[in-house]
Structure formats: structure tokens, C-alpha cells
């Protein structure tokens, strides 16, 4: 199937498919989110325990947490440190940190707290996105949050371009301390039609999110999900 070029902004894709299926939550996921709290909306499970999400759905909880976060701590192009053991809310975290054009790190919660300090060090970071259960461990960083306060948004549209930095990922380290992968859009994209060149990828395709968001196996599922509907 042939896919329009990357036009830039991961969201004129969201706009393209907006009444279709992007997302399938296990309701556990929902009931334990650090963002879902803060934002109104109502969904029931199915009776597998799934929630579903249009693009346009959540589209409009990303620009609710847009609208509900300090955004003049943001600066444009800063990568930001992500770390969530909830998964949803570290994909809401990835579209968020695009919304404000700029650039999401998401980091292995598995690791220990020194390696996780190393990597945030190796970025020169001092602020964090991260659940309320790894907070005690970056008292040190300001952490950015989402609340009720009704805080004007600075940037909801992005100016994003195919070269911008898109991600941040962390290698594994077997050759010495891990670093940190500046990976652009145009990089995404073009991985997003290598893949599509041998599977020939549909829209009614489903993919089951099986690998973690912090290496680039899982990101690319994520991105390709959006990239061909």
C-alpha cells in the first residue's frame, strides 16, 4: 500500500485517520495512568478489558495535557527524560513532548537509580517526566506536571520538520556506558517504508505492543501505527 510522504508534524496524521482505531488499552493501564486523573473522559471496557482510542480521542487528551502543564519550563529542541512503567502514559508523554516541539528521552525504568542519574547526566538534564512511583528518586530534577490549573499553552501547534530531532533513545551499552541516539522524523520514516517495502503494511493492520517504548523496536511500532493508520 502506498503512504503519503512525512509532511512534518506527526499530527496531520492523527487529523488524516481521526475517527479510526489508534489505540487498545487494557483498563488496568487506564485506572493506574498519572495523566487520566486530570482529564475528563469517559469510556467503558469491552468485555475483553480493552478500551479503544481513536486518533482524534487522543489527540484531544494530549492537547489536554498541553493546556495543563507549565510550558514555560520548556524550552524548544530540550531533550526531555521520560520514565513511566505504565506504558500509555509514556505514549501520551512522547505526543505531549512533541506538542511543545521538543524532544522525548524515554529511559529504561528497570535500570537502577545511578544508571538512570548517568543517562539523565549524559544529557545535561534537569527536568523529568516520570510516574509518581519513580519520583522520590529525581528530587533533584524539576519534575513536570500535569495539573488542573488552567495554564495557557504556548505552542499547541508544533513546527516540526521531517529533519527535527524525533526521539532519543539509549543504546544498550555493550561496548561502555550507554548513549544516547539522536534519531529524526526522516529516520523513522524511512525505517517506517523499509519495513513497508517487505510487509506491505494496511491500514487495518493491528500491531500488539510487545517491546519496550525506550528501545527502538517498540518506539517503531508506535511510530508506524500512526505513520500508516
Known sequence: MKF????????????????????????????????????????????????????????????????????E??????????????????????????????????????????DLLHQINFLDADKIICGTEHAKNFLSL??????NSDLSIKSSTTDLKSESTAVMLFTSGTSGKPKAVPLTFDNLFGAFKAGNSIFNYSETDSWYLNLPLYHIGGFSILTRTFFAG
Do not use: C
Request: no cysteine.
Open 4 to 71: 503519503k510522504e512525512f509532511s512534518g508534524a506527526p499530527f496531520s496524521y492523527f487529523e488524516t485517520y481521526s475517527e479510526q482505531t489508534f489505540l487498545k488499552v487494557y483498563h488496568s493501564l487506564l485506572d493506574e495512568s498519572d495523566f487520566l486523573q486530570n482529564i475528563s473522559f469517559r469510556k467503558n471496557a469491552s468485555a475483553s478489558g480493552f478500551i479503544s482510542f481513536t486518533y482524534k480521542e487522543i489527540l484531544n487528551i494530549v492537547d489536554s495535557m498541553t493546556q495543563q502543564m507549565d510550558v
Open 73 to 114: 519550563v520548556i524550552k524548544i529542541n530540550e531533550p526531555i527524560p521520560i520514565i513511566f512503567s505504565n506504558p500509555f502514559d509514556l505514549i501520551l508523554s512522547v505526543l505531549t513532548i512533541w506538542r511543545l516541539n521538543t524532544i522525548p528521552v524515554p529511559l529504561n525504568f528497570h535500570l537502577l537509580k545511578n
Open 142 to 147: 524539576n519534575r513536570i506536571l500535569f495539573t
